[in-house]
């Protein structure tokens, strides 16, 4: 008996060194594979710097020096004066004129955003101490200028009118709001664009790279030949996505190099918080590849279904780009399946404010139930068979 269980223990021993060597074999396979593909590095970190500079520097939402035309209709030392006011704010850039109509033109042909009518009779109704309206006019095909538009030239009128109180003694009371905007004080858009854009390039690296190598290996037939070895199906798994869980992890750090060091973004967590939410990330990313690939069998369907199911909407869902509270109820429901939603919010924390992990522990656990629901599927579409 201790004989049979010595040689029991010793078969399962070298059961277990095999499996070990067979994973070990796929992992340097899978690597040289990559290292040898020039269209993983250029998807792994050419495209990645390429989307991060064009989020860091072309990409802006921040309302800044917006061209309005700036007219005033009685030239006095109040309507000039609040003239000044507009020429002087940072977020206008400021063309003058008499006559609105000299702007109506510019205005239909998106020359400028807007037209600020001073009108005559403003310094003698704010003398007189009644109301003193001003016209504003906007380019109403672009909501979200046209509101910036209106609202900051609201806030100029508003700064103006409690200077002039201030200086002829105004027995009226002013209130002075003191206002102050916390972890991103510049009210830089950049700040949490560039973190969420380290995430579509999770996105992009872990799903569009995945399902286009592992869907690239049935047209070859090399999957097919794989099958045919003692590999299981987990090990087969495991073996493809491990040297893509560290390249998405590569590319991820080097997009995080670009962002504080070339953009300035400002880093207030910890590494270790920063790699477990990407980790939690690309588990579900390198599961949808594989699940695609499988299921396809093709490089072009993969491709597209990669773009489609991946990256669009890591970029339209996710809150990245659009708030999601403000989308329809259904679009709302949609975004809850999209892993990005769960790991943007996580990046832009994790930069901004710092550590949070009662906000990342939710979101990880989501991560990693998406994550082993696609491997699951992933695995069931990749049978141990050929054909």
Not at 291 to 300: D, R, V, Y
Request: aromatic share 10%.
């Amino acid at each position: 008996m201790s004989n049979a269980g010595q040689s029991v223990s010793l078969g399962a021993a070298r059961n277990r060194q095999l499996r070990t060597r067979r994973f070990l074999a796929l992992v340097r396979k899978e690597t040289f594979q990559i290292l040898r593909d020039p269209s993983s590095i250029l998807i792994a970190f050419v495209l990645p710097l390429i989307l991060l500079f064009l989020f860091g520097y072309g990409v802006s939402l921040d309302a800044t020096r917006t061209r309005i035309g700036l007219v005033v209709e009685s030239a006095t030392p109040v309507t000039q004066d609040l003239a000044a006011s507009f020429q002087g704010s940072r977020y206008f850039r400021v063309i003058n004129g008499h006559d609105r109509r000299e702007f109506e033109e510019d205005l239909i042909r998106g020359r400028i955003r807007g037209i600020v009518v001073i009108p005559a009779n403003f310094a003698g109704d704010f003398a007189s101490g009644n109301a003193a309206p001003i016209q504003v006019l906007v380019d109403g095909s672009d909501p979200n200028t046209a509101n910036f538009v209106q609202n900051y030239a609201q806030g100029v009128v508003a700064n103006w009118g409690r200077m002039r109180s201030a200086e002829v003694g105004s027995r009226l009371p002013v209130i002075n709001p003191e206002q102050r905007f916390w972890f991103n004080p510049e009210l830089a858009s950049r700040n949490f664009l560039v973190p969420g854009s380290v995430a579509i390039v999770m996105a992009l690296v872990g799903t569009l790279l995945t399902s286009l190598v592992v869907a690239r290996e049935w047209e070859r037939g090399t999957m097919e030949a794989m099958m045919a070895t003692p590999v299981t199906a987990a090990e087969l798994l495991a073996g493809k996505v491990l040297p893509y869980f560290v390249l998405g992890l590569i590319s991820m750090t080097l997009c995080v190099i670009v962002a504080v060091f070339l953009f300035g973004v400002p880093f207030r967590g910890s590494l270790f918080a920063l790699y477990t939410i990407s980790a939690a990330f690309l588990l579900p990313a390198l599961g949808q590849g594989l699940l695609i690939s499988a299921t396809t069998k093709n490089q072009f369907l993969a491709s597209q279904l990669a773009l489609m199911s991946g990256f669009l909407p890591a970029f339209l869902l996710s809150g990245f780009l659009f708030e999601i509270e403000s989308m329809p109820v259904v679009i709302q429901w949609i975004t809850m399946i999209v892993p990005a939603r769960y790991v943007i919010a996580s990046l832009q924390t994790v930069f901004l404010a710092g550590d949070i992990w009662p906000l990342f522990l939710r979101n990880i656990a989501i991560l990693l139930a998406m994550g082993t629901v696609l491997f699951v599927l992933a695995a069931r579409s990749t049978r141990k068979r050929i054909g």
